[in-house]
């Protein structure tokens, strides 16, 4: 780590219109330089730039395995028994185990990269510029960083089987697919072409609402416990339903656009001109970032929730009377929908 070991002052953020601005400026005259983007430099960078050994390749998997077994059996000898003891509604009973994983895993997970930003000799968070100096092609990954790497990567290769296959399916199931194919190919190509830095950033600023959703959904599972209602999980699924909200806007469309989108789109070029995939990665981390302004929907949903005193409920499940239902009930009439919780359809009662 010692070609991090130089203290380096912390830069003073953008705003938005200085992102809007500088990102879109920058990105427009880099594609007018561009004499032979296409297919052809693309595969010409793969070739001169990427570099991840067959080895990796094979760790990705037997993780990815290993995660899968690891859920299933959590799920079977820990999450299912301690549901039954709690007596929870059955309904409730089987989306818990998904949550409960989840909530253990990002918890991990985030724990680890803020270890990493905060706690050794790393300065991405406060000089995110920082990320690309000393940038060299086929560069050695630090192990510290590898192991986060090979932790998220298999993590979201297990994901998206999970998603089809574990997971209650629920109205943004599809688009939550397409966001872990997107994380994990900006994984792989980050990895790959040797932007980990940066990509500690990113998983830093995302893993952390992961846990907060998680922890929300537990407390509104609990809340009712042998047909009797619980005020302690009531209040905590309020109180961390407004932090989520509250964080996930700071973290996902404040840090994320200001401090990892505007170093991608112009530090980038100032540091490494010509950089390679460059339009790829951007393209990539814009794509999240719609994603998160369409999640932010849903939150807006939550906090309606609470000021019309509904509480707090998952907005994106299928279920009756749901927000969104009523919302939409005008648009779309009401045609029969089907409920999928953990892989299993079930039809809805009349």
Known sequence: MGE?????????MPGYADFIRGAFSVMLAALRDCEDCGLTLSARSLQLHARVAPSEVGLFFVCAVLWTGLRR???????EPFARWCHL???DAAKM???AWKLVFYTMAWSYSTYLLFFTSYTFFQSPSSVFHNWKSGMSVPTDIAIAY?????????????????????????VMLVHHIITLALIIFSYAFRYHNIGVLV????????????????????????GRYCLTNDILSNMASVSFSITWFLFRLYWFPLKVLYTSCVSSLQTVPNIPFYFFFNTLLFALLLMNIYWFLFIVLFVVNILTGSGVNDVREYEEGGLVEKLS?????TGERKNVQNGITKEKQP
Do not use: C
Request: glycine share 6%; proline share 4%.
């Open 4 to 12: 991090y070991d130089e203290a380096v002052t912390a830069e003073p």
């Open 73 to 79: 059996t959590l799920t079977t000898h820990a999450f």
């Open 89 to 91: 509604h059955p309904r």
């Open 97 to 99: 185990p998904e949550s």
């Open 150 to 174: 090979l932790i998220q990567a298999s993590f979201y290769g297990h994901s998206i089987y999970a998603t089809v296959h574990m997971d209650a399916w629920r109205k943004d199931s599809k």
């Open 203 to 226: 998983l830093f600023l995302h893993d952390i609402s992961d846990i907060q959703l998680e922890f929300t959904k537990l407390n509104i599972y609990f809340r009712t416990r042998g």
């Open 329 to 333: 009930a005008g648009k779309h009439g």
